[in-house]
């Protein structure tokens, strides 16, 4: 008999309990606003982020390369949005020295970009989950058009 999987609230409260995932990946889109009003000072954003429906799960999608296709164009906003929005996400700074032989990010990233998507998959899936099955995988480093792997001179 196969384990149940914990519906969308199970999951929220086994990963809040488990510690390892921070509560503001379940904000709701208010909470979101709430955040830019008060701990950003940015109210002027509430609007732009209701429009499309930001909420917990997409904070990942808030950094410097997606603002600007949401509307946030200010450069310094888009600093302070980025920083802070890593900060409570316990993200690392992207570096630009990092070695391509690494995995692209951590496994709470990976989880968050998971956590983003929509549908019952998703809202259902807890991190200890996702941390069990990433442990069976193994990154390879991505393939050219053709399916194989340059080969390096």
Not at 13 to 27: A, E, F, H, N, R
Not at 117 to 140: P, V
Request: hydrophobic share 30%.
């Amino acid at each position: 008999m196969q384990a149940q999987s914990p519906d969308s609230d199970d999951a929220k409260i086994l990963d809040l309990k488990s510690g390892l995932v921070p509560s503001c990946l379940y904000w709701t889109c208010d909470e979101v606003c709430d955040f830019f009003e008060n701990t950003l000072n940015l109210p002027e954003y509430k609007e732009t982020l209701k429009s499309n429906g930001i909420d917990g799960k997409r904070l990942i999608y808030l950094d410097a390369s997606h603002l600007p296709k949401i509307g946030i164009t200010d450069f310094k906003h888009m600093m302070v949005i980025t920083k802070k929005v890593r900060e409570i996400l316990k993200m690392n700074e992207p570096y630009w020295n990092r070695s391509i032989s690494l995995t692209p990010r951590d496994h709470a990233e990976l989880y968050y970009e998971t956590k983003s998507l929509s549908g019952s998959r998703s809202d259902n899936l807890t991190y200890e989950d996702f941390s069990k099955n990433l442990k069976n995988a193994k990154w390879q480093p991505p393939k050219t058009n053709q399916g194989f792997i340059m080969p390096s001179y």
